[in-house]
Antibody
Framework: QVQLQESGPGLVKPSETLSLTCTVS????????WSWIRQPPGKGLEWIAY???????NYNPSLKSRVTISVDTSKSQFSLKLKSATAADTALYYC?????????WGQGTLVTVSS | EIVLTQSPATLSLSPGERATLSCRAS??????LAWYQQKPGQAPRLLIY???NRATGIPARFSGSGSGTDFTLTISSLEPEDFAVYYC?????????FGQGTKLEIK
């Protein structure tokens, strides 16, 4: 079955780069869109970015200047980099399948931005 | 940017009752609206896509309706496992975004 697993540091210092990886199993990563979505503690969902096979990417305009999404098909992984992190970037970060209508999600990884 | 406003913020009902959740868009999203359920400590789960289509494995007690700017998620008879937070999400206009959520709690 389709499974997604986020990984990366749980603590990032302010002004540093937040880096996360999502490992996909059970399906060809090349055949679908993949997204990152985040949820600050106790708050709602915010879509960050999506990627399709390195050919197509799109970013939330509110984060576009700081975010890069990439995919490594050989490892069946896609990644997120968010530079110049601040406390406002503290959130549960999810990876999910799709650019909308997200039908499979990882369990989420909490990233805290703090010194 | 389209704003999705969900109401009510909190809905208190008992098992067996009917739940009606609303999502209103600041401009038309056609039928490009989805609903998600999120339980504490879990990732969101896709319930409804394109306003009225149930996702795979979703029970028939969940139904979606609406088009344009006004949408409704209905749970015909609440089961104990249905108490959660529900989000709507539009994919009509960029950037795709979510509503702020409705918490469905046990009365």
């Amino acid at each position: 079955q389709v499974q997604l697993q986020e990984s990366g540091p749980g603590l990032v210092k302010p002004s540093e780069t937040l880096s996360l990886t999502c490992t996909v199993s059970g399906v060809s990563i090349s055949s679908y869109y993949w997204s990152w979505i985040r949820q600050p503690p106790g708050k709602g969902l915010e879509w960050i970015a999506y990627i399709y096979n390195s050919e197509s990417t799109n970013y939330n305009p509110s984060l576009k200047s700081r975010v890069t999404i990439s995919v490594d098909t050989s490892k069946s992984q896609f990644s997120l980099k968010l530079k110049s992190a601040t406390a406002a970037d503290t959130a549960l970060y999810y990876c999910a399948r799709g650019c909308s209508d997200f039908d499979y999600w990882g369990q989420g990884t909490l990233v805290t931005v703090s010194s | 940017e389209i704003v999705l406003t969900q109401s009510p913020a909190t809905l208190s009902l008992s098992p067996g009752e009917r739940a009606t959740l609303s999502c209103r868009a600041s401009q038309s999203v056609s039928s490009y609206l989805a609903w998600y359920q999120q339980k504490p400590g879990q990732a969101p789960r896709l319930l409804i896509y394109d306003a009225s289509n149930r996702a795979t494995g979703i029970p028939a007690r969940f139904s979606g309706s609406g088009s344009g700017t006004d949408f409704t998620l209905t749970i015909s008879s609440l089961e104990p496992e249905d108490f959660a937070v529900y989000y709507c999400h539009q994919r009509s206009n960029w950037p795709y975004n979510f509503g702020q959520g409705t918490k469905l709690e046990i009365k």
